[in-house]
């Protein structure tokens, strides 16, 4: 059974995908620790989650919701279009963890211009998923707000790639244009997280 375990570790097979599994239920676990350790009286948490395309970041932060009741927010709905990592990322701070009217301009991917507003209560224990979401300035805008806890989860660049055109097969034509803009962002910009973890 031992031998089995390790040749399907290899080959990407049920035991990777176990182990995987248990430790993703372990990151979520270390997550909500970590966020009941840092609350602050009557102040929210929010949990910062960064990493590339196809790491598993929305299923991450769905997966912390549906433990926690806290509202998500995907960066992937405002950035500014296929060059617009670095202004998405500023939108974090600046719009959506502000303490006044917080919120952000939802983009029509289609029309490739910014849609509706979508407000925020700023009362609310918020998790921010996107790539562009763990840095400086996003961390400070948190701790204003209450209390926070980053994540960075990453993986084997080609199953991200894989992941990634699965959820979007019209994402095939971008994706190198925006993985020259995730190396920007963590060469440049991107903190070290509380927690990270990288799958196989």
Partial sequence: MQDTDRTDQREGGKGTADTNATEMDRLLNDVVSLAAARKRPMRPVTVLIDGPSGAGKTWTSVALAERTGWRVVHLDEFYPGWHGLKEGSEMVSEQVL???????????????????????????????????????????????????????????????????????????????????????????????????????
């Fill in 98 to 200: 502000r303490e006044n009217n917080p919120g952000y301009w939802r983009w029509d991917w289609e029309a490739n211009a910014p849609k509706d507003w979508a407000s925020l209560d700023e009362r609310d224990d918020l998790i921010v998923e996107g790539v562009g979401s763990v840095t400086e300035a996003t961390v400070a805008a948190a701790k204003e707000r209450g209390s926070v806890v980053t994540v960075r989860i990453d993986g084997p660049r080609e199953k991200r790639r894989e992941r990634a055109l699965e959820r979007d097969p019209g994402y095939e034509e971008w994706f190198e244009t925006w993985e020259k803009q995730e190396q920007k962002h963590f060469a440049e910009r991107a903190v070290e997280a509380d927690l990270s973890w990288e799958w196989r």
